[in-house]
């Protein structure tokens, strides 16, 4: 499962909430929107995208899923895919943001 990119990653620190990432899975040319990304004591962990409703019986919020892996296998090896792509993802982010470096002045004048 390496052809999952994370193609965007939105910021919403909430608790254990990091945000919200969007993936896009090349073999199959899929886009999975709103995957939520969580991470306390030093775990990270993901959960692919959720429909919230009110039980009738309690009247507590709760969360069905929309997306559905029946086999425990796929979805573990499709979850390590994801979790492998946001840290490629951070790691590019992090490049970009790295501060440029100043070049050392020249020992003698440029003729230009």
Sequence with gaps: MGNVKVVNFRSV?????????????ESV???????????KD???WFN???RE???KESGEKKYARR?????ET?????MEAVRNAFDDYCHEQAKLNEPVQQLEEP??????
Excluded: W
């Excluded at 620190?13 to 899975?25: D, Q």
């Excluded at 899929?30 to 991470?39: A, C, K, N, P």
């Excluded at 796929?74 to 499709?78: H, I, W």
């Design 13 to 25: 620190p909430k608790g254990s909430l990091l945000g919200f990432l969007n993936i896009f899975i």
């Design 29 to 39: 040319g899929m886009e999975i929107y709103d995957l939520t990304v969580f991470q």
């Design 42 to 44: 030093g775990r990270r």
């Design 48 to 50: 692919l995208p959720t």
């Design 53 to 55: 409703y009110e039980d």
């Design 67 to 71: 997306v559905h892996f029946p086999d």
């Design 74 to 78: 796929y979805y573990n090896a499709f």
């Design 107 to 112: 020992d003698k004048d440029l003729p230009f």
